[in-house]
């Protein structure tokens, strides 16, 4: 895993194709990938019983899932994420490009509890830059 978390982080340094992390690689590789620009696949998620809402992407396929493990996915900041065609994508595959972040190992004075976002279960995030449906990208890619 961590030799996939370092492909990842030679695409910007080297320009090569960036490799796309399942959830559980990222989350696996997760100290080693923080800060940095990355591609997630796996399932939307929309968690819409706690306020505000959440999103997360969890790992497909789902038989290899670890329980309770997802990414949360952070909309807000400088690109606008259209909310309505989110909510309809979730449960379907996606591609999530954004920044990582997890919180700093043995660092707890910012982060409240172990983890990120509502009642600190996430144990990680993505600071999301684009989103795509994976049946849209790879016809996009096979064309």
Request: aromatic share 10%.
């Amino acid at each position: 895993m961590v030799a996939a978390a370092l492909e990842v982080l030679d695409f910007w340094t080297y320009g090569a194709k960036m490799k796309t992390l399942t959830v559980n690689d990222a989350l696996g590789t997760k100290d080693q990938i923080h800060g940095h620009c990355i591609e997630v696949e796996g399932l939307l998620g929309y968690d819409s019983e706690i306020a505000p809402p959440e999103l997360y992407l969890a790992h497909w396929p789902r038989a290899e899932r670890i329980a309770g493990e997802a990414i949360k996915i952070v909309t807000e900041g400088a690109f606008s994420f259209n909310e309505e065609v989110l909510k309809r994508w979730s449960g379907k595959r996606v591609v999530v490009l954004g920044v990582f972040e997890t919180m700093p190992p043995g660092e707890f004075k910012d982060w409240l509890w172990f983890g990120l976002g509502h009642s600190s279960h996430w144990p990680a995030r993505i600071v999301t830059r684009r989103v795509d449906l994976l049946k849209k990208r790879l016809a996009e890619h096979d064309g």
